[in-house]
T-cell receptor
Framework: EAQVTQNPRYLITVTGKKLTVTCSQN?????MSWYRQDPGLGLRQIYY???????DKGDVPEGYKVSRKEKRNFPLILESPSPNQTSLYFC???????????FGPGTRLTVT | AQSVAQPEDQVNVAEGNPLTVKCTYS??????LFWYVQYPNRGLQFLLK??????LVKGSYGFEAEFNKSQTSFHLKKPSALVSDSALYFC??????????????FGKGTTLSVSS
């Protein structure tokens, strides 16, 4: 079964404490991306990756990092989280051209 | 700037009645158009897409969408709503051509509430 998994699903943390949200896909897709969802704003892309070791900024990359060391995994890193990064985060693949995206189940992050 | 508009924050319909969730876009060229649905505490699920061809596309769960190029609209429709259709619906657009690898541009979402 085609699947995008994210962990953790829920996370409450404090300002400044580094955290990583993992994302993994079993479809052998080259393209992966991260979005954040905020009420009234829809989904906005944070970062995307066209392939291993190839990443690029989306619309709202400030405060985030990503890495793509292998095709199946695309972790999102918050080196020093702040309260304005409280949001619902989605990993997705593939998202190129006419192909629809498969989304992970989401990670609800609260930064206090 | 490229954008997608969903003019209604919420749409309320009675079960069995037809429903329409509106979407208009401002994207150059001939973009790919998508609808996604989000149920509570779930990720987004793909419903349908328009690439080219027939202006009426059919998707999952009995939904369909009508593409209108002159009005740059892509309204989601269903002939007979079910209570289980209650969810958050997103319209999304991906530019084509040189920007084919870019992100989906999402609307803000429309909450559909179907009453029994």
């Amino acid at each position: 079964e085609a699947q995008v998994t994210q962990n953790p699903r829920y996370l409450i943390t404090v300002t400044g404490k580094k955290l990583t949200v993992t994302c993994s896909q079993n479809m052998n897709h080259e393209y992966m991306s991260w979005y954040r969802q905020d009420p009234g704003l829809g989904l906005r892309q944070i970062y995307y990756s066209m392939n291993v070791e190839v990443t690029d900024k989306g619309d709202v990359p400030e405060g985030y990092k990503v890495s793509r060391k292998e095709k199946r995994n695309f972790p999102l890193i918050l080196e020093s989280p702040s309260p304005n990064q409280t949001s619902l985060y989605f990993c997705a693949t593939p998202g190129q051209g006419a192909r629809e995206q498969y989304f992970g189940p989401g990670t609800r992050l609260t930064v206090t | 700037a490229q954008s997608v508009a969903q003019p209604e924050d919420q749409v309320n319909v009675a079960e069995g009645n037809p429903l329409t969730v509106k979407c208009t876009y401002s994207v150059s060229g001939n973009p790919y158009l998508f609808w996604y649905v989000q149920y509570p505490n779930r990720g987004l699920q793909f419903l349908l897409k328009y690439i080219t061809g027939d202006n009426l596309v059919k998707g999952s769960y009995g939904f369909e969408a009508e593409f209108n190029k002159s009005q740059t609209s892509f309204h989601l429709k269903k002939p007979s709503a079910l209570v289980s259709d209650s969810a958050l619906y997103f319209c999304a657009v991906r530019p084509t051509g040189n920007q084919a690898g870019t992100a989906l541009i999402f609307g803000k979402g429309t909450t559909l509430s179907v009453s029994s």
